[in-house]
Structure formats: structure tokens, C-alpha cells
């Protein structure tokens, strides 16, 4: 079995470590004390998230996606392959060296998607985005943990209270779909 290779260390808002690992041609982000959050051969749920909640979406035309969390860009590709030209594609990620990672370590897992004049790469965190946002997004898709609690960030909680729920709500135009 081949081990695991440390490549990089990244930062959380809330001071906690992500560790970049590489084994073969596999990649690995884990949070501090062993937990995985993404893994390269894992990326099922993702792909769904966006290409369901595109389906949804009717062929709007010119639709704007914001998709909160760059993660292993599983998400972004598939929105990319489901989307026209004419789609803009706004990826919230809250940790910088994530974005670093996707043009270096991990290029082999993004390929050129961050290249796609369609992305708007913030390096942000995406609940800022919602709550400034008024009725500007056909879609939101959260794909910041798990599921819907704070997993690697307490702070995520609050975007499935009612507070936040209900920003999402403003942010999306008419018939917008939110996903998580």
C-alpha cells in the first residue's frame, strides 16, 4: 500500500488546520486530526449537486451560479459541463490556499476550470456573498460541509438558520433553486 504524502497545509478562518496528502494519483484534504473532507476519487455528490440543480433551472437564459465552496472543484466542472457560454459561475472559498492548490498541487484533479472566463473565483466567505447579494443568483449551491452543519466551520451553522435561510432567499432571483 502506498503511503500517504503531506504536500501543504492550509488555515481556517477559525485557526484549524487543512492538510493537503497525495498517494499515487489520489489527493486527500483532511481537516486537523485525520478528518477527510474531500477525497479525488470521491465526487458523486458534488457532480449531483450542481447537475440536479441545474436541471431545475429550466434553460434560464444567461444563468448566475454561485457555488459556495471550491473544495476539489467537482461541483465547478460539472456546473461548467451543464451550463452554456452565456452562464457566469461564482465560486466562494473561504480558505486561500484552497484556490493555491487547485492551480499547483492539484492541477492534475482541476485541469484548466478556473481558466473558464465563465469563473469568478472570490476568495471569500460565501455567507459575506449571500447576505450582500439582492435577488442576483439563479442558483445557490452549498457544498461548504457535509451537510447542513458547521462540520469544519462553527460559522457555517448560520447558514442554515432561518436568518440565513432567509438570505439565501434574497440573493436568489424569482424561481431560484437552493441546494445543499
Do not use: K
Not at 148 to 170: C, F, Q
Not at 171 to 180: D, F, K, Q
Amino acid at each position: 500500500m502506498l503511503p500517504w504524502i503531506p504536500l501543504a497545509d492550509g488555515r481556517t478562518p477559525d485557526g484549524d488546520t487543512l492538510r493537503l496528502l497525495r498517494r499515487g494519483d489520489e489527493f486527500s484534504i483532511r481537516l486537523t486530526g485525520g478528518n477527510e473532507l474531500m477525497n479525488s476519487r470521491l465526487g458523486g455528490s458534488e457532480e449531483a449537486l450542481a447537475t440536479r440543480s441545474i436541471a431545475t433551472l429550466d434553460g434560464r437564459a444567461a444563468p448566475h451560479l454561485l457555488i459556495g465552496g471550491l473544495g476539489m472543484g467537482f461541483t465547478l466542472r460539472a456546473a461548467q459541463d451543464a451550463l452554456g457560454p452565456d452562464a457566469t459561475l461564482t465560486v466562494a472559498e473561504i480558505v486561500g490556499e484552497l484556490a493555491d492548490w487547485a492551480r499547483g498541487p492539484l492541477a492534475p484533479v482541476f485541469g484548466d476550470c478556473l481558466d473558464d472566463p465563465r469563473v469568478d473565483l472570490r476568495i471569500d466567505d460565501v455567507a459575506r456573498i449571500i447576505r450582500a447579494a439582492d435577488a442576483a443568483f439563479d442558483a445557490i449551491l452549498l457544498d461548504v460541509d457535509n451537510g447542513p452543519d458547521g462540520l469544519t466551520r462553527a460559522g457555517n451553522d448560520a447558514l442554515y438558520s432561518d436568518a440565513g435561510l432567509g438570505a439565501a432567499r434574497r440573493a436568489l432571483r424569482p424561481g431560484g433553486v437552493l441546494a445543499i
